[in-house]
């Protein structure tokens, strides 16, 4: 059997219950960031708000 056929056949999965099950852990990350980003520096706490306003914690997303 073709690989490409066999991958076109299957159906895709839907990775909403991952995300529910990372969820918790997904906001302790986005706050973990957010705490250890806090700088003088101005750009610094901008570059955490953009990351996790971005979902950038959540790539599974």
């Known amino acids: ?4 056929i ?8 839907d990775v909403d ?3 529910r099950l990372a969820q ?3 906001a302790a990350v986005d ?5 250890r980003m ?3 520096v101005p ?3 901008k570059l955490a708000e953009h ?6 914690s959540g790539c599974v997303r």
Do not use: E, F, N
């Not at 059997?1 to 490409?4: E, K, L, T, W």
């Not at 706050?31 to 705490?35: E, G, K, S, T």
């Not at 990351?51 to 950038?56: D, E, R, T, Y």
């Open 51 to 56: 990351l996790v306003s971005a979902g950038a």
């Open 43 to 45: 750009i610094i706490p």
């Open 1 to 4: 059997m073709d690989v490409a």
């Open 17 to 19: 219950a991952l995300v």
């Open 6 to 13: 066999a991958a076109a056949a299957r159906p895709k999965g």
């Open 24 to 26: 918790t852990d997904m």
């Open 31 to 35: 706050a973990l960031i957010l705490d």
């Open 38 to 40: 806090q700088s003088d």
